[in-house]
């Protein structure tokens, strides 16, 4: 179950920095409210995580999940970059992570 949780919280972390940008600077009172609550969401479920998971692996997918999310939510409703090598560096974290979770313990 606390992979679930890690998860869900890496959900929660890319929700809350996607409401952010919508939120412009927390002037829209509706994506403030959204990343709030995502920001909620994400630390409930890593602290429910980090009861099974070791710290150093947890936090890496948690951040791995959150920067891989943002990335790709960039790329398609924010027209950011797609260039070979943002994708590349983007495989990496991707290898980290899996590799985190390999190795990772429970």
Excluded: C, N
Aim: charged share 15%.
């Amino acid at each position: 179950m606390a992979w679930i949780f890690l998860f869900i919280s890496g959900l929660g972390e890319v929700g809350g920095v996607t409401f952010m940008k919508l939120s412009d600077g927390f002037r829209k009172w509706k994506f403030t409210m959204g990343a709030i609550a995502s920001g909620f969401v994400s630390f409930y479920f890593l602290s429910r995580a980090l009861q099974d998971v070791p710290i150093s692996t947890a936090y890496g997918i948690w951040t791995g999940i959150g920067s891989i999310g943002s990335v790709l939510l960039g790329m398609i409703f924010f027209k950011e970059s797609r260039d070979f090598r943002k994708l590349l560096f983007l495989s990496m974290i991707v290898i980290g992570v899996v590799g985190l979770k390999l190795v990772g313990g429970h």
